[in-house]
């Protein structure tokens, strides 16, 4: 007899445990192999004062088990409930979204009848790292992190997806003709790595003529990865140009944990009338059957779920008249579904999986020289540039020069930005010889800064990275 595989199942708020029911009828009627471990989240967890929404008993579950199949939650209105996805995301280190956005025509209403794409979106970093500072009463930041390692677990999966499971082209989409450094480590990364892959094609686009090409010509995109935010956007764009929202589903992944889910929400108000399409949560569970080693059971559930499609039973929310035959229940849909299993659909695309290999952790990056160049320090400050500057000229020592003020990221001091709309943060650039200062000489600028009277709200430090520059070049630099 098999081996069952330990998994966590919790069915959620609204139609949750209608489709988690249909759902785990399906997998468990194809012969899938499911040793389930049953938690409580959401809602209830929620209102009986847990703000994470999911109990430190559930949380050693998925730790047993590190696979998780989520049915859609309830998060109550108002503030103080944190995100249960983000919250599994951060804890689990689920550093990949996979979403497949798929048309089904004409058994699925769509103005892309041949879309087929997979968007692999980075799950952890980017400006979802969520580190944000209120700098003075005008300005707000919010930080913009990209790491290489995090780059190359992202990328390294894109491709190994796309190898595995027989597509022929990945795409990036990256903004880095602006952010040339952060979203520029990410296109040059996919480039080393895509060497690796020589079968497969490979191109870059900046994302927003690569999203109006998604939204207008899908069928030339196969599998794109992107940086996290990026990605978060495209994928629902790219599930709701397909017609099949309350089709999709989702996969989590990270180096030992993954969760698998739909993609649409809890929908309370059509809980317990047998009404819930349980599609996205069914394909959550067939990316889950193919990540824990089953894709001969993934396959099985898949195909006989389109041939359910092809032949025309249907649930409320995708039913044609003059498409559809016959119009079913949460229930009855899953029982056609299992009624088919072994069948193969006969005009839509049939599918097959594979298991992805385990993927190495990333090494550390390493530089040989390490060398400090100089410094930014951001000032509050109301009033004229120039007066400005000449008061800042006089802070610099021996070995660091102002080199220039910029305001907002535009230079205003020495000889411009007359005529910009400025707010009431500085940066101030310093620089000098990088193979002569030290960290004293850095910190007797900050001393010069306070003694001048000014008050320093951050500072970023300027490097050379093995005779690479780290930094953007100011406006006129």
Known sequence: ?????????????????????????????????????????????????????????????????????????????????????????????????????????????????????????????????????????????????????????????????????????????TKDNIMKISDGLFHKVFDELGKQYPEIEQEHWIVDIGAAKLADTPEIFDVIVMPNLYGDILSDVAAQIAGSVGLAGSSNVGMEYAMFEAIHGSAPRRAGQNLANPSGLLLGGVMMLAHIGQPEIAARVHNAWLKTLEDGVHTYDIFQEGVSKTKVGTKEFAQAVVDRLGQMPEKLKAVEYKALPKLPEPAYPHYDKIEQSGVDIFVNYEGDANELGQKIEKLGTDKLKLVFISNRGTKVYPGGGADVVKADQWRCRFEGDRTQITPRDILALYTSFVDGGFNIIKSEGLFYYDDQRGYSLGQGQ
């Open 1 to 173: 007899m098999a081996t069952k595989t330990p998994i966590t199942v919790a069915h959620g708020d609204g139609i949750g445990p209608e489709i988690m029911a249909a759902t785990l009828h399906i997998l468990e009627s194809a012969g899938a192999q499911l040793d389930i471990e049953t938690i409580e989240i959401g809602e209830k967890v929620y209102l009986s004062g847990n703000s994470s929404g999911i109990a430190q008993s559930s949380i050693d579950s998925l730790r047993r088990t590190k696979v998780f199949l989520k049915a859609p939650i309830t998060t109550p209105q108002g503030g103080g409930f944190k995100s249960l996805n983000v919250t599994t995301r951060k804890m689990l280190g689920l550093y990949a979204n996979i979403r497949p956005c798929v048309s089904y025509h004409p058994y699925v209403d769509t103005k892309h009848p041949v879309m087929d794409v997979v968007i692999v979106r980075e799950n952890e970093e980017d400006l979802y790292a969520g580190i944000e500072y209120q700098l003075s009463a005008d300005v707000t930041q919010s930080l913009k992190l990209i790491t290489r390692r995090g780059t190359e677990r992202i990328v390294r999966y894109a491709f190994e997806y796309a190898k595995a499971n027989g597509r022929k082209k990945v795409t990036c989409f």
